[in-house]
């Protein structure tokens, strides 16, 4: 029900928020005589902040139409070479040959956001590497048809892209998918399959959840797996494609990404009322690109996310040894030569560092000479990835990885 009644109450704004466009454009308008109103550029900007707020934020593009090779500008398309129901696998494809850059593979978390948030990662990759990412559906939008998916389908999920892709790929997991792409990476060398990964980059997620818990780890274990799926978990209302489907609704999400950091986001928006009624485009540009990505957001299928609950953060299963993949128990000391780096960021509220760096502990037959671990000096969580640290400091050392790799 609540679901229906979030859809239903967005469809009540609808009238409403045209109506104060409109009454915002009259109000700005220098040929308008209601511009010359006292108050009438703070009443418009505030009908600009209430459209802002209550609008619908659709999945953002990439938007990465161009890259630097070897100090000239070459074009870049996307293609897709593969589909699934959940996800496909999504090709940066640069419009010059360079057949020994590094095959990279993208994982994006599967966490709420689409993997558009790591348009900077693919950003800083480019030059240098044959880029593909998981851009993972909606669960709303996927039929109930499609079957359901859990976290050993996302494991299915991250071995058949990168047998897809071949050998001598690398891969890199953002946030959340360090789990399953660890355990997706150590079947695969269990296996002896010919694509295991050449090198596995994990960053900032919670292969340990123990160490230093954050807010995130803290609520996980509050509260037990029932309380999860009585008040997290909804069924998709009609007319979505997957109309039925159970899913925990991204605009919860939403509210929990937004209540972590609330006065930030309240003084963001506040800044945004006062750069309307000054008229500085150059700050609503700037706070619109960060807000159209932030609050774009997806619905997660019910079983995945309850499996990630009970299995990652309420009972540890990979950092305790007992992660099983369809029964099978998961060994990630049977990973011998895939090389291992592991990133943290100092001041990541959501995966505090030691949380991401236990994977070094679990994958004890990889030689020192092919492991390393980086902890970012002042970055939270989304600076690890994305912004000028990520670009300055993190992906030098991870292309350097790579090409040692």
Known sequence: ???????????????????TGA?????RHPLSPLSRLPGARSIASAYGVFGDLTRRYPKPAFNLHTTICDGEQ??????????KPFAQLKHFERSVERPD?????????????????????????????????????DACQVPLSAGDFGLDDYIDYVIDFIDHLGPDTHVLAVCQPVVPVLAATAIMAEDGHPATPRSLALM??????????????ELATKHKLAWFKRNLVHPVPAPYPGAMRKVYPGFLQLAGFMNMNLDRHIGAYRGLFKSFRDKK?????????????????MDLPATYYLDTIQRVFQEFHLARGCFRHRGRLVNPAAIHNTALMTIEGEKDDISSPGQTRAAQDLCVNIPESRRLHHLQPGVGHYGVFNGSQWRESISPRLRDFIRAA
Request: proline share 7%; aromatic share 8%.
């Open 204 to 217: 900032s997620g919670p292969i340990d959840g123990r160490v230093d818990p954050t807010t995130p780890c």
């Open 1 to 19: 029900m609540m679901y229906f009644a979030h859809e239903m109450s967005r469809a009540a704004l609808m009238p409403i928020r045209m109506l």
């Open 23 to 27: 009454q915002s454009k009259l109000l």
């Open 101 to 137: 850059d590094p095959k990279l593979l993208i994982v994006a978390p599967l966490s709420g956001h689409f993997a558009s948030l790591l348009r900077g990662t693919v950003e800083a990759m480019l030059p240098e590497h044959d880029v593909y990412i998981t851009d993972w559906r």
């Open 74 to 83: 070459v074009g870049v398309s996307e293609a897709i070479v593969k589909r």
């Open 281 to 297: 485009t150059d700050k609503i540009t700037r706070h619109r690109e960060f807000y159209n990505e932030y609050l774009a957001v």
